[in-house]
Nanobody
Framework: QVQLVESGGGLVQAGGSLRLSCAAS????????MGWFRQAPGKEREFVAAISAVSWSVRSTYYADSVKGRFTISGDSARNTVYLQLNSLKPEDTAVYYC???????????????????WGQGTQVSVSV
């Protein structure tokens, strides 16, 4: 069983930055593929970013087109934590952000779909104009 705990959400003005954290436990961190998704009121949950499990000492990253160049996903094995750095925030980035995890190597298509097994409780990000 994998447990995920998110933190770092908040209220920020447009153009500002936030860093979301997701601490994972219950499984070797390098075995986990992890993703961030978001859900705005009245909308479906959508993919934001993902980072693959370690393969040949490398993790690959993937981003939704809407956040590419503004958001950065990274992993810290020493802290068993994945981060999502949110820069140049826009009001349309307002949503509850969820961390999710899968065990093992996965295709890019799997990593960008919401079919993750483990989910965090979510953290609210609100961007004002």
């Amino acid at each position: 069983q994998v447990q995920l705990v998110e933190s770092g959400g908040g209220l920020v003005q447009a153009g500002g930055s936030l860093r979301l954290s997701c601490a994972a436990s219950g499984r070797t961190f390098s075995d986990l593929a992890m993703g961030w998704f978001r859900q705005a009121p009245g909308k479906e949950r959508e993919f934001v970013a993902a980072i693959s499990a370690v393969s040949w000492s490398v993790r690959s990253t993937y981003y939704a087109d809407s956040v590419k160049g503004r958001f950065t996903i990274s992993g810290d094995s020493a802290r068993n934590t994945v981060y999502l750095q949110l820069n140049s925030l826009k009001p349309e980035d307002t949503a509850v952000y969820y961390c999710a995890a899968l065990i093992g190597s996965r295709s890019p298509g799997e990593l960008m779909s919401p079919a993750y097994r483990y989910w965090g409780q979510g953290t609210q990000v609100s961007v004002s104009v």
